[in-house]
Structure formats: structure tokens, C-alpha cells
């Protein structure tokens, strides 16, 4: 196989093939024991969590216990009507962040909203926000909030203003955001290198195997270099000779292995991701969805990768993801096709707009045409038929639970953007009653608003999701609006607002 590159910039010269950290996956024997986790279902009373994840969980609640204690301090009788100080770990409140989608508005909402939560802010802590963050147990994310949470996570947990700006006692550089995602150096003087190394490592991946390659990649391994370690300095842009080559070659499952996690100082992490499936029926919700509410919703941890819904309930370990399975049990194994910036990148990459679109960003000289054009060009020969605006990944739930799984005959699944099933918020596994989580915080950065604000629109559509998988199966918080016109005027948009404080008191209902 051949694959041509651009011309190579002279300062992409000086690294040699050693030198640099790869993208591309790799083939691996398989173990013998049967990787497909099977999760069960409410309806058949036999659900269970990832053990990884129980244990997790387990370990970092009693930091939250004691973050808790802290932060609500002297107020605690004022919110609270027990004691706190005389709970066990499994009993007090289990809170979790939900980080909504949004590109870098999303984002940037995102972080200085943690910021404020968080107990190194001092005058955060004054006020009385500064505490939660560390007193939560779980963190969700997906699209531009997943670039909060696996920046946070891989960059050992910082002071989110750290992470954003900077800091060079503690050895981050921030996010450099004001170098352009495609045309960075100054006047974007570095662009040709730039380029060059992407389409190396894409290059590198494609090469390894039969490895799709798709914009999904290219918009990865571009945000890799803003939130993921590997970046130290503006002028690293311009070569992958950098340490890691910009995490070229770090993988989202490689988390396990940080101290951050291996101390459960972070909420645990889930990232949730839809699919552009060929098999789901009934329509959009809304006017801006892409994806029917019918359609499975994905989750991955650094643990595993799969889904709760009641049509899968399967899960396969993310370091294994790229293998080839067929009714539950591996036949080809491959690791390090988790690419962290892929993960990230795939739960952001809503490219489909390109194909329905004749917005100039997507479609002008000066919009991502020239870039969708070049992958185009340069991969499309080698995988005929693939579409370039999803993350293809060949798919470990084959011939699982056929008749009732909606991709049970599919080899390949196409990954897209969360949010594209419009649930923004990503709270579904949240209301996952083994989770048992009490409080579900949510910072919605969605604009559906002439002024950029939340309609409470993703959070319907979730409670219309509920609605739709068989009964039981997750509980929205109720009461709740039935429209968005209700919602917006109520001024729900406007101010933080508490819902499903009047809902269920018995166990099997009371969450969260």
C-alpha cells in the first residue's frame, strides 16, 4: 500500500521515523478469557456495574465524604437533615457534574464553571461553591465538555484555571487557544508542518491495518494538541520530534495507570458517543436532531465501551476496541486504536453537518472544504465506501443479541458526535439506577436561544429518551417541563434551578 503525503516543511524534517511516538493501532494476541462483559438489564433484574467502576467508585466516595464534610462545613445542618459526620461512605449524598456539549463554547463554559466549584479556588470557597467539585463522585461529558474532563483527567486533575492558562511550576503549558486549531504559528506560519505531521500520523494509522481514517481523526489528532499533554510551547506546533509527538500515541484507556486515577482523585469519568446507524428507526426530536432518540447511546470510560440500553447491554474493554468479535467472543484482539484525541474527537465529531450543509464553513476555501478534500483524496482510494464524517470502528457487539440490538448485523459501527441525538446533557447515565447517584449537577452551555441560551431542549429530549427504552430501565426527575416555550418561560434558563426534589421516595424509583 501507498499513501502520498504533502510536501514535507524542513522542519518536519529533522525527526526521524524512531523519534516519533505512532498513532497507528496494533494487532495483539488475544487472551482467553471472553472479553465482552454482558451488563443485564432492570427488566430481567440482573443488571450489574463494571467492577472496575464499582471498585472506583467505592474508593474515591470516601474523598468525597471527606471533601463533602468540608465543604458544606458549619451549613451542613442547613442542607442536609442528617448527620454527615455519622454516614458511612455508601451513604452520603453521591453527587456528579454533567459537562454539556458545544465545541470550545461548551468548553470554555465548562471549565470556568469548574473553577468555581472547585476548593483551590479561594474565593470560590469564600462564597461557598469551592468544594463541589471535589465532593462529586461522577463526571460527565460529552463533545466539548469531553475536552474538559480528558484534558482535566490527563493532565494529573489541575486547578482548572491552570489547565486553561497555564502554569509552569506545575508543568502545563494550558490550552493555547490562541493558536488557530488548523493554522497555528504566528500568522499560521507553521501550517505546512503542521499538516504534514497530522497526515503522517493519519498515514501511520491507515498503513497498520484496515483502519478507516476520516476527518473524525484529523479533528483528534488537531485537538490533541491543545488539551492533551505534548504541547509545551507555540513553536512545538511545527514538529512531532516533541515528547509523546502531541499524544500521538496516548491511549484513553492508559488513564488507569495515572496516579490521579490510581488515588481516584478525579470523578469517575464516562464520555457519552452516538452512532450513525443504517438500522434505527423513527424520526429526530426536535428541529436540530441528526439521530432518532430510538438510537443506542453509547458511553466509554478508561474501563470499557458499550451501553446500558436494554437492546445491547454489553460492554467491551476500551483498551480492546478496533478488534474483531462476532456473537460475543474475540476472533482478532488490536490495541491502542483508543486514541485519546480520537475518543475526545469522536464524541465532538459532528462532520455529518458537512454533507447537508451549505454553510462557508464548511464548504468555503477558507471553511474545513480544503481539508475535507485532502483526507478525501488521500484515504477515501483505500477504504471505498467509508464515510468520512464519522469515526469507523469495526464493531465488538457483532451478532450480539440479533433481533433486538439495532447494529447486531453490522461489521462497523460509525461513531459520531453525543450530542447529535440532541440530548446535550449528558445525564442518561446518570439516571442509571444501579448508579444510584443523588444529585446530577448540569452546566448546559447548549444555544438554542437568538442569544446563545439554553431552552432546556436537551434535557426534554432526554426525559423523551426515558420515555421511549422499556420501563424502568432510568428515572428523569420529575416534575419537569413538557415544552421548551414552558421551560423558557418560566425563566428555567435564566438561573440555577432544582428539579425532581418532589419525585420518588421509595428505593427502586428515588434516583437521583
Not at 473553577?115 to 462564597?127: H, I, L, P
Not at 489528532?221 to 520530534?241: D, E, K
Request: aromatic content about 10%; charged content about 15%; overall charge negative.
Amino acid at each position: 500500500m501507498v499513501v502520498l503525503f504533502p510536501a514535507v516543511d524542513a522542519v518536519s524534517k529533522a525527526a526521524s521515523s524512531s523519534q516519533i511516538a505512532t498513532y497507528a493501532p496494533v494487532y495483539e494476541t488475544c487472551p482467553a478469557a471472553n472479553l465482552i462483559r454482558r451488563a443485564g438489564t432492570p427488566q430481567t433484574k440482573n443488571q450489574t456495574l463494571d467492577p472496575n467502576e464499582v471498585s472506583y467508585v467505592a474508593s474515591r466516595r470516601k474523598l468525597a465524604k471527606s471533601s463533602l464534610q468540608k465543604w458544606l462545613g458549619k451549613n451542613a445542618s442547613a442542607v442536609y437533615s442528617g448527620k454527615i459526620d455519622e454516614l458511612s461512605d455508601d451513604d452520603i449524598p453521591k453527587l456528579a457534574v454533567s459537562l454539556s456539549g458545544g465545541n470550545f463554547r461548551a468548553a470554555m463554559f465548562n471549565v470556568a464553571a469548574l473553577e468555581a466549584f472547585d476548593d483551590r479556588n479561594s474565593t470560590s470557597v469564600s462564597n461557598g461553591l469551592g468544594g463541589l467539585l471535589q465532593s462529586s463522585t461522577y463526571m460527565t461529558a460529552l463533545s466539548g465538555g469531553s475536552y474538559v474532563s480528558t484534558s482535566m483527567m490527563f493532565n494529573g486533575f489541575p486547578r482548572p484555571s491552570d489547565l486553561v492558562f497555564g502554569n509552569s511550576a506545575a508543568g502545563l503549558p494550558g490550552w493555547q487557544l490562541d493558536q488557530s486549531l488548523f493554522e497555528p504559528g504566528p500568522s499560521g506560519e507553521y501550517t505546512s508542518a503542521f499538516e504534514h505531521d497530522i497526515f503522517y500520523d493519519l498515514g501511520a494509522k491507515r498503513s497498520a491495518g484496515n483502519f478507516p481514517v476520516t476527518f473524525c481523526d484529523l479533528w483528534g489528532r488537531a485537538l490533541a494538541y491543545h488539551f492533551l499533554p505534548g504541547t509545551s510551547n507555540v513553536s512545538s506546533f511545527a514538529t512531532n520530534a516533541t515528547a509523546g509527538n502531541h499524544a500521538a500515541s496516548l491511549t484513553y484507556s492508559s488513564a488507569t495507570n495515572l496516579g490521579i486515577w490510581q488515588n481516584h482523585t478525579m470523578p469517575f469519568p464516562i464520555v457519552l458517543i452516538d452512532v450513525n446507524s443504517p438500522n434505527v428507526h423513527g424520526e429526530p426530536f426536535g428541529d436540530t436532531g441528526s439521530i432518532p432518540l430510538t438510537s443506542v447511546v453509547y458511553e466509554l470510560t478508561p474501563y470499557e465501551f458499550g451501553s446500558y440500553d436494554p437492546q445491547l447491554a454489553a460492554f467491551v474493554p476500551t483498551q480492546y476496541l478496533g478488534s474483531t468479535f462476532k456473537g460475543g467472543y474475540q476472533e482478532t484482539c488490536v490495541n491502542k486504536f483508543d486514541n485519546a484525541g480520537l475518543m475526545v474527537g469522536t464524541s465532538s465529531c459532528d462532520f455529518n453537518i458537512y454533507n447537508v450543509t451549505d454553510n462557508p464553513a464548511w464548504t468555503s476555501p477558507d471553511g474545513f472544504q480544503p481539508l475535507i478534500a485532502e483526507i478525501n483524496e488521500t484515504f477515501y482510494q483505500y477504504q471505498p465506501g467509508q464515510e468520512m464524517d464519522v469515526t469507523g470502528v469495526t464493531n465488538p457487539f457483532y451478532q450480539i443479541n440479533v433481533g433486538t440490538y439495532q447494529d447486531a448485523n453490522e461489521t462497523a459501527l460509525s461513531l459520531m458526535d453525543g450530542s447529535l441525538d440532541v440530548e446535550n446533557d449528558p445525564i442518561l447515565p446518570l439516571l442509571n439506577k444501579k448508579r444510584a447517584v443523588d444529585v446530577v449537577v448540569v452546566l448546559d452551555s447548549s444555544g438554542e436561544t437568538s442569544y446563545t441560551k439554553p431552552d432546556g431542549l436537551s434535557l426534554l429530549a432526554t426525559q423523551e429518551k426515558a420515555k421511549i427504552l422499556p420501563e424502568g430501565t432510568v428515572n428523569f426527575p420529575k416534575p419537569f417541563p413538557n415544552t421548551t416555550d414552558e421551560f423558557m418561560s418560566l425563566g428555567l434558563n435564566a438561573r440555577p434551578v432544582f428539579f425532581g426534589c418532589d419525585g420518588p421516595t421509595n428505593a427502586e424509583d428515588a434516583y437521583p
